[in-house]
T-cell receptor, first 113, second 112 residues
Framework: DTAVSQTPKYLVTQMGNDKSIKCEQN?????MYWYKQDSKKFLKIMFS???????INETVPNRFSPKSPDKAHLNLHINSLELGDSAVYFC????????????FGPGTRLTVL | DAKTTQPPSMDCAEGRAANLPCNHS???????VYWYRQIHSQGPQYIIH???NNETNEMASLIITEDRKSSTLILPHATLRDTAVYYC?????????????FGKGTTLSVSS
């Protein structure tokens, strides 16, 4: 059973295109996140949602728009893709509480040509 | 920015204990110490966390100094599959949506 799943696993596209990455968790968690890992392997938070409401939006360009249709899904839509958007994007989920362990998806490797 | 300092890399022989240090001298009283690891190309994986007391689970042990300014993650019998980047993270507990602030981590290489 996959706890946090992402689709697609690989995404290759041209500059200027619009693309979406989907994330689903079946853990019953109330909080979901998007992280970006760049070519230097630095992992940085982009967004977090709690009960479908935006909690964190870390200086991410407006071209990135997360959408949470329900608590189990947090999709990431990217407009007008740029070369610098090439990275691995990880979705994660957690349940608010004392431990707040975050479960990560397998990642989506985005390559912008 | 990450509030922790870790050595960039460490080596360990298979079957031996791997002791990964972490400095967090500015940790606040309510902040927990968390450890995650990232095996090549996979998503980060939670290992363990603690506040003041030492903790042990099926994966590892966490030793936190009395002043809480540093900690050590111990993998008692390292295997080749433990080769990964290990991240030490401090954060307050339980706040909905609080993100993990990753530093550069320690790359642990386990060899036979």
């Amino acid at each position: 059973d996959t706890a946090v799943s992402q689709t697609p696993k690989y995404l290759v596209t041209q500059m200027g295109n619009d693309k979406s990455i989907k994330c689903e968790q079946n853990l019953g968690h109330d909080t979901m996140y998007w992280y970006k890992q760049d070519s230097k392997k630095f992992l940085k938070i982009m967004f977090s949602y709690n009960n479908k409401e935006l909690i964190i939006n870390e200086t991410v360009p407006n071209r990135f728009s997360p959408k949470s249709p329900d608590k189990a899904h947090l999709n990431l839509h990217i407009n007008s893709l740029e070369l610098g958007d090439s990275a691995v994007y990880f979705c994660a989920s957690s349940q608010a509480g004392s431990v707040n362990e975050q479960f990560f998806g397998p990642g989506t490797r985005l390559t912008v040509l | 920015d990450a509030k922790t300092t870790q050595p960039p890399s460490m080596d360990c022989a298979e079957g031996r204990a791997a002791n990964l240090p972490c400095n967090h001298s500015t940790i606040s009283g309510n902040e927990y110490v968390y450890w995650y690891r990232q095996i090549h190309s996979q998503g980060p994986q939670y290992i363990i966390h603690g506040l003041k007391n030492n903790e042990t689970n099926e994966m590892a042990s966490l030793i936190i100094t009395e002043d809480r300014k540093s900690s050590t993650l111990i993998l008692p019998h390292a295997t080749l599959r433990d080769t990964a980047v290990y991240y030490c993270i401090v954060r307050p507990p339980g706040q909905a949506g609080t993100a993990l602030i990753f530093g550069k981590g320690t790359t642990l290489s386990v060899s036979s």
